[in-house]
């Protein structure tokens, strides 16, 4: 049964490292939430550690920079882990190939150029024909296409038996009001006409694996926080954590009229149809 709560306080003693998700949860693509980062800030005044753990296909250092510009305090974080820092290292590692085509926007682009790792050099970004492996990190245009969109370039792939590294496994996310497809939806879709795909972002182990190591917690007691019931709160199962579902984030619509309080029974039915069941819950991280 999930415990609802309605501040962060209530259960802040029981854990020494927080893993909380960024998008949807400390901002929405557009402005931070500032009751969230007060949070994150008391928390690590009472000692705690905060990693952000974000989808995003991008290294650390470009979120941070994008957080920085919302104005996000560095006061509510300790480190900051990127779905893309993860993927990154596989793509050095030589997982999908030296020759990558890059599904991606431009945006994007520092998932190949921001790192000093000299494996870099080797990578080379060439058109889907002469490509040896994929490399998602979202549609071309996130405003407008759909995943339907790619399916003509993925069969393509698939008949070349091309391998894909998505570097978010995220399906959506709301920019602002606005509800976008990531690269996961792409991925889940080549996974679907049986391609193949690597995925290192929540809900898989490698980030939180990358997240022990540069916060030094390995026997830490630690919390999930996050509003994605697949990728957030499914990670957090999957490594025998205790998770935050925060609802008023992409699953809103479904629990009830007023983001802040979720309605218990649609909370208790919701989750079981999901067959995720998070340990708490709460409207906004706060």
């Not at 994008?66 to 820092?85: E, F, H, K, L, N």
Request: include cysteine; proline fraction near 5%; aromatic fraction near 6%.
């Amino acid at each position: 049964m999930t415990r609802i709560i309605e501040s962060l306080d209530q259960v802040a003693a029981d854990y020494d490292v927080l893993f909380c998700d960024l998008w949807g949860c400390v901002h929405n693509g557009q402005r931070f939430y500032p009751a969230a980062t007060d949070a994150l800030v008391r928390y690590r005044q009472g000692g705690g550690r905060v990693a952000l753990m974000t989808n995003a296909p991008r290294p650390a250092a470009l979120v941070q920079a994008q957080i920085d510009r919302m104005g996000v305090p560095r006061a509510a974080w300790d480190v900051i882990v990127t779905s893309g820092d993860a993927a990154q290292d596989a793509m050095l590692s030589g997982r999908i190939g030296q020759d990558v085509w890059h599904l991606g926007p431009d945006k994007d682009t520092g998932f190949f150029t921001e790192t000093a790792d000299p494996r870099a050099t080797a990578i080379r970004r060439v058109d889907l024909e002469r490509a040896q492996g994929i490399v998602a990190t979202g549609p071309f245009d996130e405003m407008v296409d759909v995943p339907e969109d790619y399916r003509a370039r993925l069969e393509a792939a698939l008949a070349r038996g091309l391998p894909m590294l998505c570097a978010n496994p995220d399906l959506v996310v709301d920019l602002g009001e606005t509800r976008i497809y990531c690269a996961g939806a792409i991925a889940q879709l080549y996974a679907e006409m049986g391609g193949e795909v690597l995925y290192f972002g929540k809900p898989h182990a490698p980030i939180y694996d990358l997240a022990r190591r540069r916060l030094d917690s390995h026997a830490a007691r630690e919390l999930a926080i996050g509003d994605g019931i697949g990728t957030d709160i499914a990670g957090a199962v999957a490594q025998g954590i205790d998770s935050l579902f925060v609802t008023g984030g992409l699953a809103a619509d479904h629990l009830g009229g007023d983001v802040e309080r979720p309605d218990p029974a649609r909370l208790a039915d919701w989750t079981r149809a999901q067959g995720i069941v998070p340990t708490l819950a709460i409207g906004r991280l706060r």
